[in-house]
């Protein structure tokens, strides 16, 4: 059988990954993310999709295209975290289960960092773990998917 797809949505500005605040986000790419991410959903049988977009129109379509088509998405929406209700809507309309994913702990930052619309519509959230969220969601679905 094949394996389930997981969609990995990032939105604006995670493509400076590396160059951006390293003090806050790291020295890594999104690539080595993304790398890290296929890496790990083929050692745990799931098959990895990952995006990238500073376009929230994009980050909404690709949510509601993975209504009935992925088996779950992890979602780092960049800053649109705290202001959209349209990734927010879409979340609900996909009804595919989500975590979402912070490479900072946002509740350690700015205070108009500490709401996201996204966590309304998240089974969880994974911050301030750097890129290892990334995989610490991967695992968190692998065991939802399968029941166990
Ligand atoms: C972020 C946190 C957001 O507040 C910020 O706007 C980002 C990145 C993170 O991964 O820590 O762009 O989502």
Redesign the pocket.
Known sequence: MANPTILIVN????NMLGKRQPEV?GSETLADIETLCHGHGAAIGLDVEFRQSNHEGDLVDWIQGARGRVAGIIL????Y??TSVAILDALLAAEVVCVEV???N?HQ?EEF?HHSFVSKAAKGMI?GFGSHGYILALDALARLIRGS
Not at 11 to 14: E, F, S, T, V
Not at 76 to 79: D, M
């Open positions: 939105g604006p500005n995670l986000y780092n929406a960049g800053a975290t705290h912070h490479l900072s946002i930052r960092r911050c």
